[in-house]
Every structure is written in structure tokens, then in C-alpha cells.
């Protein structure tokens, strides 16, 4: 993890993490694990993808995942997103579904997620790496802390951020956040487990835009062009 590629902004704003004991016991982890043939996704080169893409001073909104998508070709470094020509999962259809609901968007025929990276929106997972195959394989390895501090520095920003917080572990991680000075909108968690539950009809896409609106930001076009 030398030379982790990502903007120069955050770089310096986790430099005390980088150099952590917690961040020093999770190489130890990942360097065992590529030893031990494991394959990891997404590839080493993506694991901070989502930080390379959206400076610090250019979040607007950040959109709180879980871990990356553990198939083939799929994880590339931002929650919800998929690499080009890849089948849409299902969770991202819903997050489509509503968005054409609220927005009137009509949804993408990919989901490759950069645009929205490349107007602001943060497309955080609180675990960056999962074995292939293993569902939160990597979870308690030390990923939390490291995005804990990444929601931390967000969450000292003078100006609105609007945290977008879906299903119980995005709003637990999403606790730190100062509501006075920023903006926290929750909803059950897009899976089709649980859309149904809250998800759909949560307006958070219309709602994200006038809270930015609000604070003098321009809107995110949520718009995804074709590939």
C-alpha cells in the first residue's frame, strides 16, 4: 500500500492514518493474504479509487456503502459502481429505479458511477477490499477506522456536506456527523432485501440537491450519460 494512489488533498488530510499502527497491522493482513493466492477486489491500484476521484475540497455529497462487490469485474473503487459492460447488481437498479421516481431519470444501461464521482459525490465503502467470492471477508481488519477518520475530516468541512446514509451500518457510521452544520438524510438500505422498506420513495436524490441548492452549491446531475 506505498504510494497509494489518490489526490494530493486527502493524501495530506490521512497522513497520520497512513502511518497508524491500525493501517500498518491491515498491510500485514492484505500482504498475507495476496501470499496466500487469495485474489482481492477490486485491484490494489483501485482500493482508494474513490479518493482519487473526488478531492476533498470538491465533496459535495457522500453516498456511504458497505464493502466492494466480491465477482468477477465488478469492484472498481466506488460504492454502488460497476465497471463498464458489467451486468447491473441489484441494489444499484433500485438506487435507479428511485431515481427515476424522484428525479425522473431515466435509469442507465451500466452502472458505472464516475460522473457523479467527478461533480462531488464521495462513493464511500466503509471496507475498501473483500475477498473474491466472500461477502465482508475483510470486515474488522481495520478498513472502519481508516473511513471512520475519512467521515471524521468530512464532518470538520465548514461547509454543507449531505451525507446520504442507506440501511442500519451507513447511519451507524454516520453518527459523528455535526447535523447542525451539515445534512444527513436516511432511508432503509437499496438492497432488494429491504428497499421495499423505506428506500423507495425516500426522495433523496431531489432532496440532495435542494439542500446543496440551499447552501449556495450547484446541483448534482444525476444523469448518467452512455457508455
Known sequence: MAGP?????????????????????????????????????????NWFRALELTALDDVRVVILGQDPYHGPGQ???????????????????????????????????????????????????????????????????GWEGFTDAIVARLNAEPRRIVFLLWGAQAAKKGAIVDTG???????????????????FGCRHFSRANALLAESGASPIDWALPPL
Open 181 to 199: 452544520r451539515h445534512a444527513v438524510l436516511k432511508a432503509a438500505h437499496p438492497s432488494p432485501l429491504s428497499a421495499h422498506n423505506g428506500f
Open 75 to 141: 469492484a472498481h473503487g466506488l460504492a454502488f459502481s460497476v465497471l463498464p459492460g458489467v451486468p447491473v447488481p441489484p441494489s444499484l437498479l433500485n438506487i435507479y429505479k428511485e431515481l427515476h421516481s424522484d428525479a425522473g431519470v431515466a435509469p442507465a444501461r451500466h452502472g458505472f458511477l464516475e460522473p457523479w464521482a467527478a461533480q462531488g459525490v464521495l462513493l464511500l465503502n466503509s471496507v475498501l477490499t473483500v475477498e473474491a467470492g466472500r461477502a465482508a471477508s475483510h470486515a474488522g481488519q
Open 5 to 45: 494512489r489518490m489526490d494530493e488533498s486527502w493524501r495530506a488530510a490521512l497522513a497520520d492514518e497512513f502511518a497508524s499502527e491500525r493501517m500498518g497491522r491491515l498491510r500485514d493482513f492484505l500482504r498475507a493474504e495476496k501470499a496466500a493466492g487469495k485474489r482481492i477486489y477490486p485491484h490494489s491500484a
